[in-house]
Nanobody, 117 residues
Framework: QVQLVESGGGVVQSGGSLRLSCAAE????????VGWYRQAAGKEREFVAT???????NYGDSVKGRFTISRDHGKKTVYLQMNSLKVEDTAVYYC???????????WGQGTQVTVSS
């Protein structure tokens, strides 16, 4: 079984920062590509960022230069540092993991991020 538990969401003013955390309850953390997606009200789920065990990263165009994804292998935790937040970043943020060999996808329950003007 794979469990992904997000935390760290909240309300922040535009220009502010938040750090999201995702605790991954998995056996071998290094076998997963991990990352974040988000879904704003009335919108489809949008890619935010992913990272591989080797440290490679990918970011959605809308967050490049503002968000940073990282992973703590010892804690089996994925982080998303969000800086210079915009109102448009308001969404439910979902932790994501894909087993690189089985190609199985897993999702957390989501954490709400609200950016006020």
């Amino acid at each position: 079984q794979v469990q992904l538990v997000e935390s760290g969401g909240g309300v922040v003013q535009s220009g502010g920062s938040l750090r999201l955390s995702c605790a991954a309850e998995v056996t071998i953390f290094s076998l997963y590509v991990v990352g974040w997606y988000r879904q704003a009200a009335g919108k489809e789920r949008e890619f935010v960022a992913t990272t591989t065990d080797g440290g490679g990263t990918n970011y959605g165009d809308s967050v490049k230069g503002r968000f940073t994804i990282s992973r703590d292998h010892g804690k089996k935790t994925v982080y998303l540092q969000m800086n210079s937040l915009k109102v448009e970043d308001t969404a439910v943020y979902y932790c994501y993991a894909m087993h690189i060999r089985a190609r199985e996808n897993y999702w957390g329950q989501g954490t709400q991020v609200t950016v006020s003007s």
